[in-house]
C-alpha cells in the first residue's frame, strides 16, 4: 500500500481544516457552471505555453469529437487516454495539463484528452456518447504512429464515471476492448442513484456539499427515473465487468462517494487483477491538492504504470511464451 506517516496524516488534516473553510462544491443553477468554466479558462490562459515549455508537443484534433494530445519529444511506450472531471458540468483538456505532464515525463507516454460536451447543456447519455466515440478513433488506429501501442485509460471522478462507462460500452466491440492494456480511476461516481456512504453523508464533508450530493445526482438526469439511473452502463457498479483490463483503483477516506469505489474495486476484483488504494484523510479531488499524500499517490500511479508496461514487454519477448494471460501484479485485499 501507500506509505503514509504520521507527518504525511497531520499535513492532511491541516490542509482539510483549510478546505472546511471554503465552499462545498454543487451545481444547483445552470448559470453556475458556465461561470465557473468561464472563470477556468481564464486562469489557463497560457497552458499551451507551459507545456511546450516542459518539452511537450501539443495536437488538437476535431475527430468527431475533439481531443488534445499532449506528445513528449522522445520515445513513447504507451498511450492514455484521459476523461478530465468537473462534475459533468465544468472542465476541459487543459484541466489535467499538471498531471499528463508528470505522467508522461515519469512513464513516457502521450496522453490523448477528450474534448467531451459538458451539462447541463448535453444530456449525460450524449457525453457517453462523445467518449465512446473517442475511444473508438484511438482504439481503431486515429493515431497511426502509435496504433501497436498499449492504452490506458485514465480518469477523476465524473472522468473516471465516463471512463467506466466507456469500457462497458466499448464491450459491444470485443476487439477494441482488448486493446486497453490498464485502467486507473480516482475516486469516482459509479452509481448513480447513491451508494451508502453518499446517502449518508454529513455537513461535515469537504470540497463536496455531502447533504445535497444525492439530490445533485438525480439532478444529473432528470429525465430519468431512479430505476433507470440505476442501469448500466450510466451506472457501471451494476454491469457486467468480464472482459475489462486490469484496474488501479485510488479512493479517498474523507470523500462521501467512497463507498463507489470500494464496490466498484470488489466487482472489479472479480473478474480482472485490481488494486484498491484508500488514502487516509483524504478528501474529493485530493490528487491535484499540494499535499505530500498527493505526490506519493501519482508516484504510486506511475509506478503502477510502469510495471504494467514492463509485464506487457516481458510478454511479448521472444521465447517469452507470449500466449500466457497477463498476471496479477498486487490484487489488494478488500475491505469488507
Known amino acids: 500500500m501507500i506509505p503514509i506517516d504520521a507527518t504525511t496524516l497531520a499535513e492532511a488534516r491541516r490542509f482539510n481544516r483549510l478546505l472546511s473553510l471554503l465552499p462545498r462544491f454543487t451545481i444547483r443553477k445552470h448559470w453556475t457552471p458556465r461561470l465557473v468554466q468561464s472563470l477556468l479558462r ?17 495536437e488538437r484534433i476535431a475527430t468527431p469529437v475533439p481531443v488534445r494530445i499532449l506528445r513528449p519529444a522522445g520515445k513513447v511506450r504507451a498511450v492514455v487516454l484521459d476523461y478530465h472531471g468537473g462534475g459533468w458540468a465544468i472542465g476541459n483538456p487543459q484541466l489535467n495539463d499538471q498531471l499528463n505532464a508528470a505522467l508522461i515525463a515519469a512513464c513516457e507516454v502521450a496522453v490523448v484528452s477528450v474534448d467531451y460536451r459538458l451539462a447541463p447543456a448535453t444530456p449525460l447519455e450524449d457525453m457517453l456518447a462523445d467518449c465512446v466515440c473517442a475511444a473508438r478513433w484511438l482504439l481503431g488506429g486515429g493515431l497511426p504512429g502509435y496504433a501497436n501501442l498499449p492504452v490506458f485509460v485514465v480518469g477523476e471522478s465524473a472522468g473516471a464515471h465516463l471512463a467506466a462507462a466507456t469500457l462497458l460500452e466499448l464491450k459491444r466491440w470485443p476487439d477494441l476492448l482488448a486493446e486497453i492494456s490498464g485502467a486507473v480511476m480516482y475516486y ?67 470523500d462521501p462517494l467512497i463507498d463507489d469505489t470500494l464496490l466498484m474495486a470488489a466487482k472489479w476484483a472479480e473478474v480482472a487483477p485490481v488494486e484498491l488504494q484508500v488514502l487516509p484523510e483524504a478528501p474529493h479531488g485530493f490528487i491535484r491538492f499540494p499535499t505530500t499524500m498527493a505526490r506519493l499517490t501519482q508516484a504510486h500511479v506511475h509506478g503502477w504504470i510502469n510495471a504494467q508496461l514492463e509485464k506487457l514487454a516481458a510478454r511479448a519477448a521472444p521465447g517469452s511464451g507470449a500466449a500466457s494471460p497477463i498476471p496479477a501484479f498486487g490484487r489488494a485485499t478488500l475491505p469488507p
Open 42 to 58: 481564464l486562469s489557463q490562459t497560457g497552458a499551451d505555453f507551459r507545456m511546450r515549455r516542459a518539452s511537450l508537443a501539443i
Open 188 to 254: 469516482g461516481v459509479y452509481d448513480l442513484t447513491g451508494t451508502p456512504s453518499v446517502h449518508a453523508a454529513g455537513r461535515d464533508t469537504v470540497v463536496l456539499d455531502g447533504p445535497d450530493l444525492a439530490a445533485a445526482l438525480g439532478r444529473l438526469t432528470p429525465h430519468l427515473s431512479a430505476s433507470q439511473r440505476r442501469l448500466p452502463p450510466l451506472s457501471p457498479l451494476h454491469g457486467d465487468l468480464a472482459d475489462l483490463p486490469p484496474a488501479l483503483l485510488i479512493g479517498a477516506a474523507r
